[in-house]
């Protein structure tokens, strides 16, 4: 057992070491790695006579500062990192705050080393924290102009297989954001929530499995259509706004200045 001081790139570098081949079994795309790493490395010896590399256990533990994972989310950027990690031969978890998309919070990863069929989920994720209407558009969740002004508290989840597929589930408490669609508006203060389903294949957006939003007068459950990585098309079963109840579609702006349809 030793005390370490290192880099993020270097602590890569070692679980990618082909001895170890952590890495290797299901590529990460991780970008521009940075950040340092204080902590302990653990190595145990079994006393055999005809010791095996594969007989070592080996584990690391400790602190990350300034960390940077450039794409691990989903494709997003996990940044701004001060966090706590234990990486053994079997797994990695990562958890205290940091930004993912841009959207700063409590978060918590988890890799699986370990071999799988195609359904072994490899890589979750979760954040915990507050966004904009700008923030949650830059990190994918655009609202095409559905919401306004405040901060929306945000969980979000993640969950990657090996085979590619991958969802994001996002739950939204809306009481702090002002909201307006179709002659329905919520002014800021008002309570309101959002939940979807994000579906992804090689952390690209497929579309949106299911929608559900309710607040004061408003109900909405739906599903959302994808034009390249935009929400185009939300077709909605039902609509309740105000006194408006119904069925149908609503045509989101494919570029800044169309109107909503």
């Known amino acids: 057992s030793a005390d370490v001081s290192s880099t993020v790139p270097v602590l890569l570098t070692l679980l990618k070491h082909p001895r170890l081949h952590l890495l290797d079994r299901k590529p990460i795309p991780i970008q521009n790695p940075a950040g340092t790493l204080a902590g302990n490395l653990r190595v145990t010896l079994p006393l055999n006579s005809d010791l095996k590399f594969e007989d070592v256990d080996i584990r690391a533990k400790g602190k990350l500062s300034g960390l940077r994972l450039g794409g691990l989310v989903a494709g997003r950027d996990l940044d701004r990192g001060d966090v706590t990690v234990d990486v053994t031969q079997q797994g990695m978890h990562v958890a205290g705050q940091a930004a993912v998309g841009g959207i700063l919070g409590a978060v918590a990863v988890d890799l699986d080393f370990r071999d799988g069929g195609p359904a072994q989920v490899i890589r979750q994720a979760s954040l915990s924290g507050r966004a904009t209407a700008w923030q949650l558009a830059a ?123």
């Open 139 to 261: 990190a994918g969740l655009d609202a095409g102009g559905l919401a306004g002004a405040g901060q929306a508290a945000v969980k979000a989840a993640y969950s990657a297989r090996r085979d590619g597929q991958a969802t994001v589930e996002v739950q939204a408490d809306l009481r702090d954001v002002a909201l307006s669609v179709a002659g329905w508006t919520k002014a800021a203060g008002q309570p309101a929530t959002a939940n979807a389903q994000l579906v992804l294949r090689d952390d690209r957006l497929l579309g949106i499995r299911s929608l559900d939003a309710r607040g004061p007068g408003m109900e909405v459950r739906g599903r959302a259509e994808m034009v390249g990585d935009r929400p185009r098309r939300l077709v909605l079963d039902p609509i309740h706004l105000g006194p408006t109840r119904a069925r149908g579609e609503i045509r989101l702006p494919g570029s800044p200045g169309e109107p909503i349809r």
